[in-house]
């Protein structure tokens, strides 16, 4: 067990109904005014909006609409909503979405008390000291971005996705209301349950040590996931279900799955980052393709991980068996596995390679034979 | 799922050398003086007390002691010491030594900003509304007090075992340090194992819906703490075994494990108390007898989830046989499961139970049935 700080500030609301509170939660933390960001008018038609302005006047906020915010959101976006937040004296950011609406909340809230460019702090070249208070109500459970402090926002100039961490962007209060959640559609359920797993095995396999206890807990995130997936692609309207994914979600991304391991990466992450930035490729439909093909790559460096895995997760007896037995199920549920679902082939590879040159974690060689694992 | 609301203010420093930086750590929150609660003089033999002092010194923080808090912490140690935290204008609680010292503290942090008697707020007779910050340096994985905002005391003058809950008790910073709990006799280790599996299994059985993924967590804590307990009975150096105990210790009662259930309760706790409220029997020694008495009496209210309990934690396939393996665990490990191991038999029972009459959540004659059970 490695030596660890763990601290996790956000408040959950999580139920039914939980975001016809969410103006009392803004006001019970002293905001007065929100820059209130979203994506696509669907929030619009299916009458969240209507419940969480409704809302913020009962509760004397007032907002400021700023719409537009993409899956996979990039930069420029960001930027025209911190001038919005800062031409109107916003005091507070309330994100009403999924994953991309709240990444781009946490760097409109950072970003809006900096007086350079946001884009300074991505790759971690600086440290953030401060930024707005982020309010949310969370409609896509994936990211686990409603219970940490990371963000992911592509650069279009440059091509790049990358990230930014800090304690000033926990949200303060995350609203989770499983029945905002089931308009999904059955692709974007299926890429989540992908970015879900995705979250917690970085770590459970390339961490040196696990402990025990924290490799069950991710095994139970990823069990959860696999079984609540396939209830719902029948059943989406399934309450219990959605709630145990959605609660899955939250804690694959929220510390809790990290702690007591170290020299750890996210290199399913990593490659996954440099397809999207390129073909813009949902985030969890290309790491359903980068997974396998990373692992089998690299379960010789940690094969008795492997192996557990394989017999927690798939009752099966080695670690290629379970690295197979987690690609059918991919397979099984409908999110890619190979780059040709997405019309790319090998002669993509040198240019996915090429957008990752600005890394040193794995070496080019060793991304075409990963990659090569895709074809 | 339940809707529920879930924060957990506590920083956890968990790791070797972490209790050094206490001085630091309670600096970082604006305290200068504060009142240095422990048990026995122990810490002042090993060199904890030294390692603190000095660190306290070295951030200019000023330390009253008061020493003296005995295991399951009765209620006139707490009014002197608030007597003393009054006098001193201590701004903080310091507590070092295992979760009676720790609940103390909680208890002393509330009443010393209290005119009237702090048991008043026992028995949750009236809400906490402040409470002076408190930080601790937990040397017994058991309580899960560490990251929670709960506190027991006895109340001596009428054999009243105690709760408070309160949002203002969670400890600003607790350190977890595993070689610092290494000292702990096989006796309590194994009496912290049932403390632990009683708080997680508590809403896994009384609950009446149960999320599959909060199963998975109780059912990974149980599974840690049956490995590391049999570990750390035959090398008590084991430090990886060791942080995994207290890591599962702590997640066994800081909201994890309760998160999506409603309509549980603490039976077990409750019973408990009374036995050690009359006898003194350590906390955990008593849960392992009441824990299999109770199961006997309760399982068929919930047989799905005892059978489910049953076949994910020992493999077995029916509700009683995993009720008896967990009772021959704790006959394996050395924790009492009948009343004469404290001396004490079928003519305690009356009294057992007169000292449960304040209470209408089990009736006097099914305590009787459950007790007999013990017999």
Redesign the interface.
């Known amino acids: 067990?490695?030596?660890?700080?763990?601290?996790?500030?956000?408040?959950?609301?999580?139920?039914?109904n939980?975001e016809k509170n969410i103006g009392k939660y803004i006001g019970q933390n002293g905001i007065k005014k929100v820059l209130l960001v979203y994506g696509s008018q669907r929030i619009k038609e299916d009458g969240l909006f209507d419940s969480v302005t409704h809302s913020l006047k009962e509760n004397n906020i007032e907002f400021v609409e700023f719409g537009g915010v993409i899956s996979n959101p990039i930069l420029s976006t960001v930027h025209n909503a911190i001038k919005v937040a800062k031409e109107q004296n916003v005091q507070g950011i309330l994100s009403i979405g999924g994953g991309s609406v709240l990444d781009s909340s946490k760097a409109i809230a950072v970003g809006t008390l900096y007086d350079g460019d946001v884009w300074d702090f991505f790759g971690r070249k600086k440290d953030i000291e401060k930024a707005l208070p982020i309010f949310d109500i969370i409609t896509l459970a994936a990211t686990g971005s409603e219970m940490n402090g990371y963000a992911v926002i592509t650069n279009e100039k440059n091509k790049r996705k990358d990230s930014i961490w800090s304690p000033c962007i926990y949200p303060k209060v995350s609203v989770i209301n499983?029945e905002l959640q089931k308009s999904v559609s059955k692709d974007y359920l299926v890429y989540s349950a992908t970015d879900i797993i995705a979250h917690c095995i970085e770590g459970y396999f390339t961490a040196k040590?696990h402990?025990?206890?924290m490799s069950?807990?991710v095994?139970?995130?990823i069990?959860?996931v696999i079984?609540?997936t396939e209830i719902l692609i029948k059943n989406p309207d399934d309450?219990?279900a959605?709630?145990?994914f959605a609660?899955?979600a939250t804690?694959a991304l929220n510390g809790?799955t990290t702690?007591?391991i170290s020299n750890y990466s996210f290199p399913n992450h990593l490659i996954e980052h440099s397809l999207s930035a390129l073909y813009n490729v949902p985030h969890g439909a290309g790491l359903s393709v980068v997974i396998p093909a990373w692992a089998k790559w690299y379960y010789k460096e940690n094969e008795a991980q492997f192996t557990r895995f394989a017999k927690e997760v798939f009752g099966k007896n080695s670690a290629i068996e379970g690295i197979e037995a987690l690609e059918n199920w991919f397979n099984k549920i409908g999110t890619p596995t190979r780059l040709n679902q997405f019309n790319l082939d090998k002669k993509n590879i040198s240019e996915i390679i090429e957008n990752l040159s600005f890394q040193e974690e794995i070496s080019k060689d060793d991304l075409e034979k990963i990659l090569n694992f895709a074809i």
Do not use: Q
């Open positions: 067990m490695e030596s660890f700080s763990f601290y996790n500030p956000t408040k959950i609301e999580f139920g039914k939980k499983p040590k402990p025990t206890y069950r807990v095994e139970s995130i069990k959860t079984e609540t309450y219990e959605r709630g145990d609660w899955a804690n809790t702690v007591g």
